[in-house]
């Protein structure tokens, strides 16, 4: 994705869907397992 838009090496992330039909604790078990990548996005920010 980020290739396509003339952005070679960004780094995003994705969380998987569907979202919309999900319990209050499946969506929270969906946020402790991406916590941890979204921590580490913004402390190291857009580098390597």
Known sequence: MARTWGLEGFRFLEMPHPIANL??????????????????????????
Request: proline fraction near 8%.
């Open 23 to 48: 319990t209050p604790a499946q969506l929270d078990q969906r946020a402790a397992e991406i916590t941890p990548e979204v921590v580490k996005l913004l402390l190291e920010g857009q580098v390597g």
